[in-house]
């Protein structure tokens, strides 16, 4: 029987929602039930927009024994649906520009309409503390239906991300929920089950160091898909969105389509033991729900500005653009604040992108975590934030322009299009090293979609700056110097035969020297050979 073209919703986490609209619903409860059944306490890291909120909103109602709502899922017949009292907190609803406003909006937006709902406001006492309020709320609930309490906490890192910037504003909110959460440890013997979500693993918050029973499961194989969705996923409750946009447009080449979904959206590994890979689910969901149009919908203004602060202080950390690494322990001993201080070291700027969602697993090696852009969607968005970052703006509307000059071996036409960009630097940007010239010209090159850009590529006798494959036949060659000469560029890469890789019948390798000059912060010369075979 052909099914029914769901409703795709993108702008709701509420399953009972979801449900009543007949939306599209990727059903996850065999993963939940295995974590009720499992165990007590667990955090799982996640970036934004990928489901955590949808998640809790799922756990909340199967603990609420809302049994009908999960006709036709997994855990329907699976599970007894007894009730429990709940505690849902999202501490990402809790606006605050200082201490006293956090507390303020967290007992009138969250605690109070908690025990509002239950009939136990009598047992608050608004002048205590947050600790106290969590622990009054525990032990009323407990009380009142002589049961233990379930204690969902959505985006629990929400307040420290917000104030990083603010050191002495970061201390004051991380000892206030140092003991906020150290209340889960002892009321733990009222408690049936706690889940809490977040971005980042903070190793100052004592959840991590008081908690000796939270399991961590953001690295877990177990629940590497628990958010998003697999290729599994994509192809068995999206099938008729494709195979309409298939009719649609008479689209013939099928395969190639929905490579290029992979492409865009799928690509972030949660865990090195468990190589399945998901695609965001926000994306997916506007994606079809825009007509099947390719375009980068991984925007979270929070997450931005951030990520834009890490790339203005560690700029050398992104210059190869496509494989980073980083190691296993880095990603659970980073340190959020000596990140935006500046002072933190590669593999923790790194760990945090992957925690974020800018970077991801791709594979093991010696030890290393290698880490890659997830996507193109991700990787457009990063190339872009580099390239905004040195003012180096190129206009979307030259970008086909830069690519046919690419495509048909015109340099000249290259070059004039980097230097009408490079004279967007603004002056007081630092360009002082050679290598902040590279960091500013591969994420143009990176936009253009070509079957591979690579930076500073080991070959047997040395580092070349760039090589671009444009297509199958044709190869750029690019070695960047500062304050010298292009001649001495170009004999660079001839002398140390950059190219041979590349050699093949038929192909056309351009070698391309070009030099920047430090006072016109500009190109001031180029050099070009070409190889024919």
Known sequence: MERKLKEIVVDKSSLSWLRDVDGLYVDKTKYLLKLICSGSYFLLSRPRRFGKSLTIDTLEQI????????????IYDEYDFEEYPVIRLNMSLTPFSDLKGLMSNLYELQIYDIAERYGIINCLNRASSPSVWLHTLIKALRDRYDKKVVVLIDEYDNSLLKTVYDRALFEEVRNLFAGFYEVLKTDGDYIRFCFITGVTRFQQVSIFSQLNNLIDISSSPEYAALCGYTDEELDYYFATYIEKYYEDNNIVEQEAFRKSIKDYYDGY????????????????????????????????????SLVNEIIRKYPDLFKSGKVFY?????????????IMEGCANAESVYSYLVQAGYMTISGTEYGKLLLSYPNREVSDTMNAKVLSTYGLEIDG?????????FATGDTEG?????????????????????????IAFYPALMFLGFDSVEAEEKTNIGRMDISVKVKDDLYYIIELKLDESAEKALKQIKEKRYYEKYEKKGSTIHLLGINFSSKERNIRDWKE???LK
Request: net charge negative; hydrophobic share 40%; charged share 20%.
């Open 529 to 531: 050979e070409i190889l």
């Open 397 to 405: 509307k030259r970008f086909p322009y830069l690519y046919e000059a």
């Open 326 to 338: 980083t190691y296993e322990s880095a990603m659970s001993t980073m340190n959020v604040s000596d």
């Open 63 to 74: 603990f609420i024994g809302n049994k009908e709502l999960f006709k036709g899922l997994y």
């Open 269 to 304: 590994r949660f865990s090195i033991r468990n190589d399945v890979t998901m695609y965001n689910p926000v994306s997916i969901g506007k994606f079809f729900n825009g007509g099947c149009s390719f375009d980068n919908f991984w925007i979270e203004t929070g997450a931005q």
């Open 414 to 438: 290259i070059i004039a299009m980097f230097r009408d960009a490079y004279m967007n630097i603004p002056y007081d940007m630092f360009m002082e090293k050679e290598n902040n010239y590279q």
